[in-house]
């Protein structure tokens, strides 16, 4: 159980175009939902904050303009970099926090991450 | 001062031997703590997940948690090569974000 899917796994696109990832919790419901960053041999920058049904909250310094994040429903979020330049690449990791009981449970996990490439 | 502190190796050992990870962590208020295992080039994958001081246990890993100290562990007992990536800790407070650790690289040569 706990399973997080993302897609697409790998992308590469040209400079100035625009990139969704999606993120799904396959076997579990979510309310709440995390979007990552990481760079080579570093650990995870928190991106944003995803709660279905309401406004992403955004970390400081992270254009949220640039990030869209849209929550649509309890399963999906999902991340849009908008107008993609090459210092958008990196490895982008989303994660959710299942419901449990009508509750949000205070575990995360991991979706196995979607390499952006943008040239 | 970072509010976690995580050595990030490298750590190299045989095949068979005990390994110890170990964090330590500034924020008295963390309650909860896990460890993720990440293989390069994938998501963090949840090995140990805690609450409070203790220790427990699930096969071949042991999780420590030490809130006098402010210090958890991570053991593997007959390390395989099969372990060789990075360990995360993380922990956090209730309804607070979750606060990672650098990772440690871990290689277990056979």
């Known amino acids: 159980g706990a399973v997080v899917s993302q897609h697409p796994s790998w992308v590469i696109c040209k400079s100035g175009t625009s990139v969704k990832i999606e993120c799904r919790s396959l076997d579990f419901q979510a309310t709440t939902m995390f979007w990552y960053r990481q760079f080579p041999k570093q650990s995870l920058m928190l991106m944003a904050t995803?709660?279905?049904?309401?406004?992403?909250?955004?970390e400081q310094g992270v254009e949220k303009d640039k990030f869209l994040i849209n929550h649509a429903s309890l399963t999906l979020s999902t991340l849009t970099v908008t107008s993609a330049h090459p210092e958008d690449s990196s490895f982008y990791i989303c994660?959710?926090?299942?419901?449990?009981?009508?509750?949000?449970?205070?575990?995360?996990?991991f979706g196995p991450g979607t390499r952006l490439t943008v040239l | 001062q970072k509010e976690v502190e995580q050595d990030p190796g490298p750590l190299s050992v045989p095949e068979g031997a005990i390994v110890s990870l170990n964090c330590t962590y500034s924020n008295s208020a963390f309650q909860y703590f896990m460890w993720y295992r990440q293989y390069s080039r994938k998501g963090p994958e949840l090995l140990m997940y805690t609450y409070s001081s203790g220790n427990k246990e699930d096969g071949r890993f042991t999780a420590q948690v030490d809130k006098s100290s402010k210090y958890i562990s991570l053991f593997i007992r007959d390390s395989q090569p099969s372990d060789s990536a990075t360990y995360l800790c993380?922990?956090?407070?209730?309804?607070?974000?979750?606060?990672f650790g650098e990772g440690t690289q871990l290689t277990v040569n056979p």
């Open positions: 995803s709660n279905e049904g309401s406004k992403a909250t955004y």
């Open positions: 994660s959710a926090r299942p419901n449990r009981g009508g509750r949000v449970t205070d575990t995360q996990y």
């Open positions: 993380a922990m956090f407070a209730s309804g607070s974000r979750l606060t």
